[in-house]
């Protein structure tokens, strides 16, 4: 479609958890995001910004407005987020006031990366796909969906994001 | 974006292959698109037809017919199509021709789904993401990047599509 | 060596560790080790029992006595036990007095088995050769190493067990 | 049971086997091996020399000479060998007569070491464990088991090793 340049913004969340059985417990560590790129051969020029490690649930409201800045500061246009999936939409509605021109697309994981069997590179595949493709705006790429990121919510019984 | 029911049809290609030790050869195999939709935790209503098993070197213009008839037929607009590489951007020509008015999209993958490191559900994200957002056409989902699938070629050298 | 049957004892720990992204943590789930002695293509007589699905540091006495019970009535003499790291030289303690005249070797893991890089398959490869070809008594098969069960300690801080 | 160091001697086989999809064949490649040691977490002291890369229905009278010549000259006393499974037991009959007193294990894989699904971790756990444990002469552990390697041939149609 076009060769732009993209960026991933990395803040954390379930797909870039770790097991340490030292502790008997898992935490959120150094991003698995470029491996999974280069694992799947992407050929675009891309840039890759560890924003944070975070759970979502515990992102502050200045977290999300350095995500926020960090988007609208930089040269790219195609913007990949991933994120903790317990509060992606809250995210997504602050990127959607505060970085309107751009497109921008979450996304993360209900099982890690590093585990055998995840959801990890299908959903970053997506986001790739709709950066690219996609009109400005902020877009959620999760279930195999691509929502408009305002109005779609994570159905945590379910364990699926769904269309509201 | 939507929810429309999304068509997978398999015809083959390096992604589906797999190896035989009793041959001490490879072979293509039953699909594993439906194992991997499942990883990726797929919520979209999908139907997979497996049209062939085929290398894409050996692709008869018949074949390619039956391709385009499946896709013509079916109720779907949003279509997804496994291929191999090789001459993917030869069955997409015949798509545009044949089918003109829904969004097909047609991917693969340069090391096989069976393996531990693999292109093919990052690849199988980036389709199904454009088979939600993009206009009718044909497209290529490769290498990282979404191509218009009548502008697009496979550098065999350097392992990867690049935009023509 | 020989081809008698082998009984494989399962009491949990992290080999078999999950992750639930609804309550954002990991446990201990139904035990992956039928699905890597198939991966394995084992072609021995095997029998798997589930015992229990704990953490190693919360097994009582109890649950050792039903675990020494297990292997003293089972017609097996060669017998695996999967088991978390942190108390399992305890439980080799256990089992040697309770059931001397057994090959008993006991394994786990420091990654789960359903990680992509994970050191369970090959741990449980050394305990089943063990099985077969050591003689009578505990054995612990970690960090690479077959170890005397009464010989051995694990060293948290350097991640290994070690000899003593 | 002791922590007496090991030597792996690599001759290629299913195990190291990969796929280019360039030529669209797989090919033996640079030996995965010492990756797998490290995701085993394996503690020993072990040294890993690349002998050859060979499909084993390809090695000659000389390559075996070599073989064992290796396996003769080294400081170690417990090897383990990763070759083909085609030919496996006639290098085993050489190692016989030409190593009398190490103890030396062969193994390979029925799955290249770089599928998702592979036979081979849990392969090269056996034979650690079976050098480590078992008397000098010569082993092979495929198929979950452990055989007198002048008692045991390939069973090609039921992919499995047999004991004769």
Chains 1, 2, 3, 4 share one sequence.
Do not use: C
Not at 54 to 78: M, N
Not at 83 to 95: K, Q
Not at 119 to 147: E, H
Request: no cysteine; hydrophobic share 50%; glycine share 6%.
């Amino acid at each position: 479609m076009n060769q732009k340049p993209i960026l991933v913004l990395t803040t954390g969340g379930t797909i870039d958890k770790n097991y340490f059985y030292a502790l008997s417990e898992y935490q959120i560590v150094d991003s698995g995001i470029p491996a999974l790129l280069a694992e799947a051969r992407v050929a675009l020029p891309i840039r890759v910004v560890e924003l944070m490690r975070k759970d979502s649930l515990e992102l502050t409201d200045a977290d999300r407005a350095l995500i926020a800045s960090a988007a609208r500061e930089a040269p790219e246009t195609q913007i990949v987020v991933t994120h903790g999936t317990d509060t992606m939409t809250e995210t997504a509605r602050v990127l959607a006031t505060e970085v309107p021109s751009k497109t921008i697309v979450l996304t993360g994981a209900l099982s890690p990366a590093r585990f055998a069997e995840t959801d990890a590179p299908f959903n970053l595949g997506m986001a790739f796909a709709t950066a690219q493709v996609a009109a400005p705006g902020v877009w959620i790429a999760m279930s195999g969906q691509v929502f408009d990121g305002l109005k779609v919510r994570k159905d945590r019984a379910a364990g699926k994001f769904v269309a509201i």
